[in-house]
């Protein structure tokens, strides 16, 4: 995950660390949930980056769709459009069962 708060603190210049991790550790949350995972594999980082870095921008303008002002014009995306394709990686909840007592039998035999 430092490889995404890196990359989020080049892309927004943000230099307070906690704010990054804020924004970096919520949507890699979001990003777990609607995988239906329970630890993050390296396809999910550019989606975990993109949803971070879509929310840091849209602060202060949570719950709009777009946002006009002395002619410029700035639209966001849906956090469902930028996860779409995490559907892609998404478990079953057999398959994540299978996953989660794989890993408590190795945790058991170490």
């Known amino acids: 995950m ?3 708060k890196r990359d989020f603190k080049i892309l927004t210049g943000e230099t307070d660390n906690d704010m990054v ?8 949350k979001r990003v ?9 594999i ?10 971070a870095l879509a929310r840091y921008e849209r602060r202060g303008n949570e719950g709009l769709a777009s946002y006009s002002e002395g002619g ?3 639209s966001y995306l849906k956090e469902d459009e930028i996860l779409s ?6 478990l079953t909840p057999i398959a994540r ?8 039998s190795e945790e058991v035999h170490s």
């Not at 390296?42 to 949803?51: F, I, Q």
């Not at 394709?85 to 998404?90: G, P």
């Open 42 to 51: 390296e396809p999910l980082y550019d989606h975990v980056l993109n949803l």
């Open 72 to 74: 410029e014009n700035e």
């Open 32 to 40: 777990l949930m609607r995988a239906n995972r329970s630890e993050l």
């Open 97 to 104: 069962r299978r996953r989660d007592e794989e890993k408590k």
């Open 85 to 90: 394709a995490v559907d892609n990686y998404r």
């Open 21 to 28: 991790s804020l924004f970096v550790s919520n949507a890699a």
């Open 2 to 4: 430092d490889s995404i």
